[in-house]
């Protein structure tokens, strides 16, 4: 049976439909609880992959992923609360359009606008990916190692409001990433005389600890939410929440603008969904001509938002499969669910782990018909979920993460490491530093090492096959641009806080 | 001083610990085992590369980041998160000495009761219920014991 058929297959299976099923609905459900990303699930659900066959894990991370992103509109467009980070910019005319009386329509249009977005970026990673890995299969020691190296400073350049912060973040995670035996020679590293900390820090209770005890961290700092959100959607009148073939000629060109800047985005390592959402709603306020609309309740706007959030997360795989390099946190995340099955993502695994690579484009495409067909049937239900106060909810969350990072390797160890990487989330949170760096950095730090010392170890420690390799000066290049820009950028925005001030 | 000044010091100390004391041990561990002869770069390479960055990206945090306080104070509320690790912190002590039911049914009945959750009855349900589920379903489906229970 040739790999394809293999993983279609796969889908037949009980356990991995009523996986997909289940994962789907949770990630709608909890990327639409403000305080809960998808970030969250994905981490918390990684422990329970370790003990599940590879395509069932592949296809609860992805659910969850998938429709994660479109849950965080739910409350977006309902509480002016976005569920996500990603759906920040559908507050802008969701929530209007709510008080308005048109949340059903709202969030009809933001289902169709991700449909199409999802839609759009997986056809882009089936088409792309293997030629993306096809190229890279020529690359050897040095240029793998620049490549990781671009990565570094990408991620850290571009993910966060400073240049300096997103870069120390990046550092942060490559320091911690060096704990554990030296992947050449063996030699232990900082694993002060702890027969646990020879593979290193491990990499689940890292991530639980730095995307949801974090945020229950914070979460504590306002007493835990006791308050049940008000709204209605009792109320509306059908008729005027009801789509029509106008409306969907009226958002079809900004979806399709949006769903390619989303894409755009999701293929360079580390900016994410949220910048694609804020870059495609100014687009289609520019490309509207007259944008007074924009902010009152257009559907334009939450149909670009919309799209482009969800166009990231298939975009994001294209690196992450071809290369070996997560697009974002969660692929980060995913990166990591897949080296614990066993699977090295990476050029190679086109060849070596074909099914992989299908049943993650099957899974994708799968979990975004299926988040279509729940969000459009269960709306209302979905929107009951948002009164559940957070006095319950986190606490019982933090249970789950203590209980998730111990069950990774039976260690209590990792239950510190949970807690002192929570710690660290939650002093990142709160002094802007990005965490998304961090993770990514200590993902690609190991084979970064190794490259790296294959590379220097063959030119007997010079460094001149940096220095004339094309790939490697090309990545340089483009590295200095960004850093350049980014710099531009930060120094802009500093002098115009003293002329803001003197104004 | 802005809370992120304080960040980018305290990680410029932790570098300086780091590069001066941490990585210079790994290298005498290295030459104790004998072993870097046949590779031009040995394994204190990249943790003198990162502790690098740490130093560079810190004192750039340092030289952009302006003197005065933020609009978000960083100590806002910071109270209610130094108590919830606490109790975090004492739930992860107390894990593998007494059990992983007492001590989570006792790590949510404090937080309810520290952060003072109004209905009772979904309180009780959550503190008697969630730990057993979350047991059960580890154990029963995906094979894992948590530490044993010894008050149960």
């Known amino acids: ?503 | 001083m802005r809370a992120d000044r304080v960040l980018a010091l305290v990680l410029l100390a932790a570098a300086a610990l780091y590069l001066g004391v941490l990585v210079p041990e790994v290298g005498r561990q290295q030459t104790a085992l004998g072993t870097g002869d046949f590779y031009t770069v040995g394994p204190t390479v990249l943790p003198v590369f990162a502790g690098g960055l740490v130093v560079i990206f810190a004192l750039a945090v340092l030289a952009t980041t302006p003197r005065t306080a933020s609009e978000l104070q960083f100590t806002e509320g910071l109270g209610g998160a130094a108590l919830f690790a606490g109790v975090v912190t004492v739930t992860a002590f107390l894990m593998p000495r007494i059990g992983f039911l007492p001590v989570s049914v006792g790590f949510l009945a404090v937080v309810f009761v520290v952060f003072r959750a109004a209905t009772w009855w979904i309180c009780a349900l959550l503190t008697l219920a969630l730990p057993v589920l979350l047991d059960q379903i580890l154990r029963k489906v995906f094979l894992i014991p948590l530490p044993g229970a010894a008050l149960f």
Not at chain 1, 209 to 227: C, H, K, P, V
């Open chain 1, 1 to 503: 049976m040739d790999p394809f058929t293999q993983a279609l297959f796969a889908f037949g299976e009980p356990a991995v439909f009523i996986t997909l099923i289940c994962a789907t609905g949770i990630g709608l459900i909890i990327g639409a609880i403000p305080g809960l990303s998808v970030n969250i699930a994905v981490a918390l659900a990684v422990p329970l992959t370790i003990f599940m066959p590879t395509d069932q894990s592949l296809v609860l991370l992805i659910g969850l992923y998938g429709s994660g992103i479109f849950g965080g509109s739910v409350s977006a467009i309902l509480l002016n609360a976005p569920g996500t980070p990603a759906s920040a910019a559908t507050i802008f005319d969701g929530y209007p359009m709510a008080q308005q009386g048109l949340a059903t329509k709202a969030l009809r249009v933001s289902l169709i606008a991700s449909l199409y977005g999802a839609v759009f970026s997986v056809i882009l990673l089936v088409l792309v990916a293997p030629e993306l890995a096809n190229f890279a299969l020529r690359f050897g020691p040095v240029e793998i190692a620049s490549l990781l190296l671009f990565t570094f400073f990408v991620i850290g350049i571009l993910s966060g409001a400073s240049l300096a912060k997103g870069l120390l973040s990046a550092a942060v995670g490559m320091v911690l990433a060096t704990i554990g035996s030296d992947p050449m020679l063996g030699t232990p590293r900082f694993t002060f005389g702890q027969t646990s900390l020879m593979d290193g820090l491990s990499y689940v209770p890292l991530l639980v600890g730095l995307f949801a005890l974090a945020e229950i961290l914070d979460e504590s700092t306002r007493g835990f939410s006791q308050s049940i959100q008000k709204f209605s959607l009792d109320s509306e009148d059908r008729e005027r929440n009801r789509i029509s073939f106008r409306d969907l000629k009226f958002i079809s060109l900004p979806v399709i603008r949006a769903s390619a800047i989303g894409s755009a985005i999701g293929i360079l390592p580390g900016i994410g969904a949220t910048i694609a959402s804020f870059l495609a709603y100014g687009d289609a306020k520019r490309a509207s001509g007259d944008g007074s609309s924009f902010g009152k309740g257009d559907v334009r706007g939450v149909a670009a938002s919309e799209s482009a959030n969800n166009a990231v997360v298939g975009a994001t795989f294209i690196p992450t499969l071809a290369l070996g390099i997560p697009g974002d946190a969660v692929t980060a995340i995913l990166l990591g669910a897949l080296v614990l099955q066993g699977v090295t993502p990476g050029p190679l695994i086109f060849i070596s782990n074909p099914q992989v690579v299908y049943t993650i484009y099957l899974s994708l495409l799968f979990a975004t018909l299926l988040m279509a067909v729940i969000g459009y049937f269960a709306i209302r239900p979905l929107a009951m979920t948002l009164r559940i106060p957070k006095i319950y909810l986190m606490p019982s969350v933090a249970l789950i993460c203590i209980a998730g990072a111990y069950v990774a390797r039976n260690n209590m160890i990792d239950v510190w490491i949970m807690l002192g990487a929570g710690v660290l989330g939650f002093v990142f949170n709160r002094t802007n530093v990005p965490v998304a760096p961090l993770l990514i950095t200590f993902i690609i730090t190991k084979p970064f090492e190794e490259a790296l010392r294959q590379a220097l170890t063959r030119s007997e420690g010079s460094f001149m096959p940096f220095l004339t390799n094309p790939v490697s000066l090309t990545l340089t290049a483009l590295v200095a641009v960004a850093f350049a820009l980014t710099l531009r950028r930060d120094l802009k925005r500093r002098h115009a806080v003293p002329n803001q001030k003197e104004e």
